[in-house]
């Protein structure tokens, strides 16, 4: 793995579409991976976990948030831990758009290098 | 340390004020630490270094940013990734407010556990 480029941008660049209607953004340091998420009103990411701690903070919008079977509604602002392996979801709101920002660490080396789309 | 708490909030509760005119707020998790910086404007965050990778996002506003002594202004969507032990500092510039995320990983125990100021 090259050594992480010192200045980036989640703004612009490459995305990919995990999901309908949910964009991924990717930035990547030695030590962990900061991913911004666009969510089309209602859109949803399923079900799923991942080895990797998340750290996930809300920038807009409200989600339907699922930790490991328990789900709350969360807004700009509120932070959800996710410990490595905890199976989580996330649902936009029907009305806005939403976005979050994930910190999984360690790094996760297959966003960023796999299926990615380029910002048109 | 104690489990970190699966909700949290980096948009109430407490913050400390590291430098005049620059509030922080932290969320943890086990692996990393979440900081939001919100900079009036002009405020600045003297050069310092410490054993954590950071990986910083500009959420708003422009600051000039200064790693390893090259200057650059960065704003919205822009992403610096700092090495562990490379002296850095921020300033916002001087007309509107900035605000940027820092991920510090591994986590940072000394922030949030002192010098905490409750919210009014």
């Known amino acids: 793995m090259s050594e992480p480029a010192a200045f980036q941008s989640l703004a612009e660049g490459s995305y990919d579409e995990p999901f309908a209607g949910i964009r991924r953004y990717a930035a990547h340091g030695e030590r962990a991976t900061l991913l911004r998420y666009t969510f089309d009103p209602g859109a949803g990411f399923p ?5 990797q701690e998340q750290i996930t903070l809300v ?55 796999v299926s990615i789309v380029t910002s048109p």
């Open 47 to 51: 079900s799923h976990h991942h080895p």
């Open 59 to 113: 920038e807009a919008g409200e989600l339907e948030f699922t930790l490991a079977g328990e789900t709350r509604r969360v807004s700009k602002g509120d932070v959800v831990v996710v410990p490595p392996d905890v199976p989580h979801s996330a649902r936009a709101c029907f009305d806005v758009p939403a976005s979050l920002l994930a910190v999984l660490s360690p790094r996760r080396d297959d966003i960023g290098a």
